[in-house]
């Protein structure tokens, strides 16, 4: 087939208003593999036998990822470089080591380079460096991870028996960006010694001591590492004929001698210190950008946004200076340039939030805010950063227009929208749960930001480990049906090797000899918990290895507590210091009981033995079954009060479970949340047949969307839908903010797909509008809007050459349309489209 | 009070929300059944008869079988994968409906009182609160189940939700008495101006819709209600695509009800509904249509405006062909050379 000829059916969106300095950075940056400069990792070592870069832990979350554990894990010590160790290195703690360590790769390891025209220096920073650790500890973490009670199998276990995936992550955070461009790395440093000066003789030489001394050092890395591309930038400004870039050269040098160790004064500056700040916290995990996201952009940088327009900067230049930003953040890709942009390289979620509320409900757009959205307007299609917009009943029309624009210029919206109003309830239901209602509270909550993709959390003080379980309720329906047992029994798909099926959960009787609903419900309750419990003893096993072996002392200085309790982030430093359960596959969970009270107890389609052996044979030969179960049974998603009273049911149920539990080695509590990232997908090959009629190999529902096709209402049912199993509303003091409730504090992802016809005229368009005032009241906590015709990516599929730059949005990351396996493109052409002519 | 209320039953069709092509803001739209007119291009056929019906959908359809065995009558035999229904020998007993398991056999029609389903559109109030919409009752024709009708808007309107009246004005005059008092909106259709036209398009001729509307001008005006009058005529190629009635429309518009409307809207001809004929074993003459192109709705808009009427009412809205921005941009240009070559 001759694809390479065909023009594209369907425009893509396209940039606009770039200079031709930004276009040529943008255009550099989408060269890709091919590029002569790019951030690919490079790896350090202590030059020991014994050193290990790559930690797995971080990527126990990526089922694509286990196969390659080892792997990584020798060739980036086979690549690592020796690093010439300082004479004291060995006696030193493990976070000064490891400061030092990340301190002197950064400075004077790693070169420092500067694009042409970039007005933002920081460009390589993606790191495997040594873990530093010495060979008794090395010895000790791998007995903790290897072995057949280890962290590696306890995780693949969980993952392999579709349980879902957990594991200790990086990142999924918003640091105190805003405290560190005001008081600059010299204040922060000296907070720091006054915290040690201040410890007694005993703890500064204990595990205190250490620990601030590693923040000290890592608190001048940011200084250092300025210092030496203020250099740069004199020396190319020495060498540069032309005036103009000449002079910008100059003024580089001038802000980096200044920041980020003083505290910013201009937007320029400001912006400078806020990527440096920024980057070297993706150096100091070893991991790009997962969600270490920059909170309240357009809030923290309006001041110096004001004092440089006030200053005469040209509006023009200060978004050239923000464009510059935005390439810099999509460098975080190229961490794997040579894989491609595939998989896991899609979704970092360097997420930054605009508009949103203030105190006494005031609305803070501002001036910077339609200035941001000028930038992603003009440099969509673009990954990062991915911009999230608060919303909330009084935001202005004029920001909300502008929004509407975007969207229907783009294939999607190039945004997520956050609502204010559900999300700030369960930021106080957590409050309440947790006792921190010190720390939220009504006269703070509004300052709340998402992370990642969608996850809220506090700014500056919180780390809430949004990704660091993914749990498929779904389960529990299965462990239900059989007593307590896997449906199927496990074979691995490389090996071949079978695990036989055993008792694995409590065990709650033969369901066949259930007489009625609640006994089979009884179950479910028992083994939603049982799997919640597990997972949060799966999640133990990395906790305590991070706490233990894997600190970050330059992100611990970016988070309030870690230097009060002069604890580690990974420690359980920080003062808001959660993890998070994202409960997956709750659609499909709840379809598949109404399904099973459906068929065998209200209508008795079925007895329980005639379903269960469906489901052991996928449904293969039961299609009068299967389709019963699909159409016949009642569904989550229409709006339909009996259907929704069970997934409320099923919500409470595990949100409260959720609750119960803390860490062990961290003391950190666990809170509910509902994301999906791509679990959905492949964990729908995992799991076994399920009672709504899914075949084992079909998807499994997203995160709080209803099942693919199961919303056959529209969207106004689906958000009210999602609206009642987040709580809906209530009065007065029965609320958890203003008349809201919310179950999940972390908020949940919610996707609806619309038909790009829902926006052709401005008649429409104030619909859709109002369709966004209405999810307000109704809807969820934060809501992607996909706008894209179904035809478009089915063209897409056959053409892919023509659509590279096509983004579509998945559980609130966007990735490239072309970039994603083909079954999720197909689900994603396969979704609902909502409007009907 | 309640059970009252849900005495009087409605034979409804359909209820969709989310519209926002049946009146201001986002909508939900009940279909009754049954109407009195038979256009020949309706978009929903099984919204035209009286009684329920009962459809195969073959896109749903697994082949079970299920329908055929359990046919009471014997009605549906199955020929090669296709399902046919025996429509003299049906009895509309609904087994077919209740088992199959696919939702393939589906009954049109379903008998609603009035207090469930004000509860059912009462479900988006968020929605139509945020967008100054509201609760439309379309069919068929909603005037020919005058005391439901009348009784779901006057319910709705006492829960404080914005209601409008679909109708194509035949009807008995009484009907309109007992319903505008509950319609805060009434979109009217005028189809063809032609009366011989009209009763070949629609199986009946437009003088008593004429007049009907005159009546629910002067009842408006009479009881100082503040209802709305939209007049709505579907634009459909070959049949009320033309210039001269659309200027007709307009003529009447301007002539007998001028003050009285707010708004005349021309809504495009669609043909999504081709399967729907099939499977009612009917044949539809504008399945081979196309959809209309901007260009003739922008044309005709353009009649609309210089027909008399005051401009600023006449709006278009509906699905037009897909054409890329290229192409239109192309047409465009067309346009203005048109035009050009004109002057």
Not at chain 2, 10 to 18: D, E
Not at chain 2, 92 to 99: A, F, N, R
């Amino acid at each position: 087939m001759c694809a390479a000829s065909t023009a594209p059916a369907f425009k893509i969106k396209e940039p606009k208003n770039l200079s031709p300095r930004i276009q040529w950075l943008r255009d550099y940056y989408f060269v890709g593999a091919r590029r002569a400069w790019n951030n690919e990792y490079s790896a350090w070592t202590t030059g020991t036998d014994w050193d290990v870069q790559f930690d797995e832990i971080s990527y126990y979350i990526v089922p694509e990822m286990y196969a390659f554990n080892q792997t990584f894990r020798s060739s980036f010590r086979q690549s690592a470089r020796v690093v010439t160790l300082h004479p004291d290195f060995w006696s030193w703690s493990l976070p000064e080591r490891k400061a030092w360590f990340t301190k002197e790769v950064m400075v004077n390891c790693v070169p420092q380079e500067l694009l042409p025209g970039d007005l933002i220096a920081g460009a390589r920073f993606n790191l495997q460096a040594s873990r530093c650790w010495s060979e008794k500890e090395a010895k000790a973490r791998d007995a903790l991870i290897y072995g057949t009670k280890g962290a590696r199998a306890v995780m693949k276990w969980f993952h392999d028996h579709g349980y879902g995936n957990s594991g200790a992550t990086s990142g999924h955070l918003v640091p105190g960006h805003e405290r560190a461009l005001t008081i600059g790395w010299k204040g922060i440093h000296a907070d720091l010694e006054q915290k040690y000066k201040a410890l007694s003789e005993s703890d500064k030489k204990g595990r205190k001591g250490a620990q601030l001394r590693a923040m000290m050092t890592a608190a001048t890395m940011p200084r250092d590492l300025a210092a030496k591309y203020a250099a740069l930038c004199r020396k190319l400004s020495a060498k540069e004929k032309n005036a103009g870039r000449k002079s910008e050269l100059e003024q580089m040098a001038k802000n980096l001698d200044r920041v980020p160790w003083e505290p910013a004064e201009t937007l320029w500056e400001a912006v400078q210190a806020l990527w440096i700040n920024h980057m070297l916290i993706m150096s100091d995990e070893n991991y790009p950008g997962p969600g270490v996201s920059f909170g309240r952009f357009d809030q923290y940088l309006l001041p110096y946004w004001k004092k440089s327009m006030a200053d005469g900067m040209d509006r023009d230049f200060a978004k050239e200076i923000l464009k510059c930003f935005w390439i810099h953040s999509n460098t975080a890709y190229d961490a794997m340039v040579q894989v491609g942009n595939q998989g896991i390289t899609s979704g970092f979620g360097q997420l930054i939030t605009l508009s949103g509320l203030g105190a006494n409900g005031a609305d803070m757009t501002n001036e910077l805010t339609y200035a941001v959205l000028e930038v992603i307007d003009e440099m969509t299609p673009i990954l990062e950063p991915k911009p999230n917009v608060r919303m909330h009943r009084n935001t202005p029309d004029e920001l909300l227009d502008r929004l509407i624009d975007m969207v229907s210029s783009s294939q999607g919206a190039p945004f997520l929208l956050n609502f204010d109003e559900r999300s700030m309830a369960g930021m106080m239901r957590e409050a309440k749960r947790a006792n921190v209602a010190h720390l939220i509270n009504e006269n703070n909550v509004h300052e709340y930001a998402p992370v990642g993709c969608l996850e809220n959390t506090m700014v500056g003080n919180d780390r809430s480990g949004t990704v660091d379980n993914n749990l498929n309720l779904l389960k529990a329906v299965e462990l239900a049906l059989t007593g307590g047992k896997d449906l199927l029994e496990f074979v691995d798909p490389i090996t071949g090797k079978r695990d036989p099926i055993r008792q694995d959960g409590p065990k709650t009787g033969d369901a066949t000899k259930f007489s009625t609903w609640d006994e089979f419900w009884n179950a479910y309750v028992i083994h939603t918990k049982n799997i919640i419990r597990r997972c949060v003893e799966v999640y133990e096993a990395s906790e305590r290895i991070r706490a233990e072996f894997c600190p970050t002392p330059y992100l611990s200085c970016l988070v309030g507590g870690c230097a009060e309790k002069a604890l580690d982030i990974t420690q359980g430093g920080a003062e808001l210091s959660f993890v998070t359960i994202e409960g997956v596959t709750f659609g499909t969970t709840v379809d598949s009981l109404l399904a099973i009270k459906y068929l065998v107890f209200d209508k008795k389609e079925c007895t329980m033995a005639e379903l269960i052996q469906a489901l052991r044979d996928n449904w293969e030969g039961h299609d009068i079954l299967q389709a019963k179960a699909k159409n016949r049974a009642p569904k989550y998603g229409r709006d339909d009060n009996e259907a929704d009273a069970m997934a409320l049911a099923v919500m409470d149920l595990w949100a409260e479970e959720t609750w119960q539990y803390k860490t062990k080695s961290t003391n950190r509590q666990f809170r509910p949340g509902m994301l999906s990232w791509n679990y959905w997908v492949g964990d729908g090959y995992v799991m076994a047949a399920s009672p709504d009629g899914r075949p084992k190999g079909q998807f499994l529902s997203n995160a709080i969307c209803p099942s693919n096709g199961a919303d056959i209402n529209g969207p106004t049912a689906n958000a009210n839908s999602v609206g009642k199993v987040l709580g809906g509303t209530a009065d007065g003091g029965a609320a958890d903010w203003e008349g809201y409730l919310s179950n999940l504090p972390n908020g949940a992802s919610h996707t609806i797909t619309f038909n790009p016809s829902i926006l052709r005229d401005p008649e429409h368009r104030k619909k859709f509008k109002a369709f966004l005032r209405g999810y307000a009241k109704n809807g969820g906590t934060a809501l992607q809007i996909n706008m894209i015709d179904a035809d478009m990516l089915r063209d897409a599929q056959q053409h892919p050459q023509n659509y590279r730059h096509l983004l579509v949005r998945v559980t609130g990351y966007n990735a490239y349309f072309t970039a994603i396996g083909r079954e999720l493109q197909d689900e994603i052409i396969a979704r609902e489209s909502h409007n009907r002519y | 009070m309640k059970s009252e209320r849900d005495a009087i039953k409605g034979l409804v069709l359909n209820i969709q929300r989310m519209s926002t092509e049946d009146g201001p803001g986002i909508r939900t739209t009940v279909f009754v059944k049954g109407c009195s007119l038979a256009c020949a291009w309706c978009h929903n056929p099984e919204s035209i008869p009286f009684e329920r019906q009962i459809q195969w959908i073959e896109t749903k359809c697994i082949g079970c079988r299920t329908c055929v065995k359990g046919c009471p009558q014997q009605a549906l035999s199955d020929d090669a994968g296709v399902i046919a229904l025996d429509r003299a020998a049906c009895t509309l007993c609904g087994i077919c409906v209740d088992e199959c398991p696919a939702l393939a056999m589906e009954l049109l029609g379903t008998e609603w009182g009035v207090d469930e389903l004000a509860d059912e559109v009462e479900k988006d109030r968020s929605y139509f609160e945020s967008s100054g919409g509201g609760v439309t009752i379309s069919g068929g024709e909603p005037c020919m189940q005058p005391e439901f009708t009348a009784a779901f808007l006057r319910e709705c309107t006492r829960r404080g939700l914005h209601t409008a009246l679909d109708t194509c004005g035949l009807c008995r005059k009484e009907a309109f008495d007992a319903i505008l008092p509950h319609a805060d909106l009434v979109l009217y259709d005028i189809k063809e101006i032609d009366p011989v036209l009209h009763k070949r398009f629609t199986g009946s001729g437009n003088e008593r819709m004429l007049e009907n509307l005159k009546h629910v001008r002067d009842t408006i005006a009479k009881t100082g209600s503040k209802t709305k009058l939209w007049i709505r005529t579907p634009i459909i190629p070959n049949a009320t695509a033309r210039d001269e009635n659309i200027a007709g429309i307009g003529a009447y518009i301007a002539e007998n009800i001028a003050g009285a409307v707010e708004r005349w809207e021309l809504c495009a001809f669609n043909n999504l509904c081709r399967d729907k004929y099939r499977r009612l074993d009917l044949e539809w003459d504008f399945g081979a249509e196309a959809l209309l192109g901007r260009e003739t709705m922008e044309h005709l808009a353009n009649v609309a405006r210089h027909s008399g009427v005051d401009p600023v009412i006449v709006h278009w809205s509906g699905a037009t062909k897909f054409i890329s921005d290229d192409e239109q941009a192309d047409n465009d240009a067309k346009a203005h050379m048109r035009l050009v070559k004109g002057c």
